[in-house]
């Protein structure tokens, strides 16, 4: 089960990395043909702030599925 959390927290962690890279290509080169499809600038900066968050979240699941390991193996000491 802890494994899975992991699994999928470095998921998360991959495709909100990879959103905020796309968005700041389009920030950094706005146009109709930005790696993302967007071509506004306020799309690009909420979809950098989308990543951002995504990554924050799925590291913070990482954490707490460490600390529930340790809790697990302190029990067993």
């Excluded at 802890?2 to 950094?28: C, E, F, K, P, Y």
């Excluded at 993302?36 to 913070?60: N, Y």
């Amino acid at each position: 089960m802890i494994g899975s959390i992991v699994s999928n927290g470095l998921g998360g962690i991959h495709q909100g990395l990879g959103q905020v890279r796309a968005a700041a290509s389009d920030i950094a080169r706005p146009s109709p043909h930005a790696a993302s499809g967007k071509d506004t600038l306020p799309e690009a900066l909420v979809d950098l702030r989308q990543g951002r968050l995504q990554v924050a979240a799925s590291a913070k699941a990482i954490q707490v599925a460490d600390q529930a390991l340790g809790s697990l193996l302190d029990l067993r000491a």
